[in-house]
């Protein structure tokens, strides 16, 4: 049997209003478990170019990068449509990343509005291609690099406290929305 992944920072982004331009912020949690041992903050560029560098950064500067064992990212796009490419994000980061979303993506409407309305979008549509279909995995859909389906459908249940999310991207999410609103809201 593998060994489990118990060690994990979860990373998403803060809410912002769609008239918004410039930084959004990012926050990263860190979890033994289902205990959070610390939180980061960072920014990144809306429908920018640079989700890869400023998480890798976000994760790699802190004092928990030593001790995670995997990455959690809500979603694979940042601030907008500021792809992070997940495999850049493994090589830098020597960590398996998992992506998590609800639903599966609507990938040809992901594709149009980048392609048509979003200033590198060739680029970012090729990040979200090379990082392969979402798939099912453990009443989620996921992406993953660096660790198998069981191991990711292993993670999830491990780390689920309360919902569908494992509560490291849960946490991340709630906390992001407070980062930006002032209080955290909707569903987590």
């Known amino acids: 049997m593998a060994r489990r992944l118990s060690n994990s920072i979860a990373v998403d982004d803060a809410p912002f209003p769609r008239e918004h331009r410039g930084d959004v912020g990012v926050v990263g949690v860190a979890f033994t478990r289902t205990r959070l041992d610390g939180v980061m903050t960072g920014k990144l560029r809306r429908d920018g170019a640079n989700a890869t560098q400023a998480i890798a950064t ?11 064992q995997i990455v959690l990212l809500g979603g694979i796009t940042f601030g907008g449509f500021n792809v992070a490419d997940i495999h850049g994000l493994h090589e830098r980061l020597d960590k398996p990343i998992l992506v998590l979303a609800r639903k599966r993506p609507r990938y040809a409407d992901i594709r149009r509005a980048l392609l048509e309305k979003v200033p590198g979008g060739a680029r970012k549509w090729a990040l979200i291609e090379a990082a392969g279909e979402m798939e099912p995995c453990a009443a989620l859909w996921v992406q993953r690099v ?3 389906l069981d191991a990711a459908a292993q993670v999830i249940e491990d780390l689920r406290v309360h919902g569908k999310l494992p509560e490291p991207v849960r946490v991340a999410h709630l906390i992001a929305g407070a980062f930006a609103d002032g209080v ?3 569903r987590a």
């Open 58 to 68: 976000l994760i790699s500067s802190s004092p928990f990068a030593e001790h995670a």
């Open 146 to 148: 660096g660790l198998e």
């Open 184 to 186: 955290s809201r909707g």
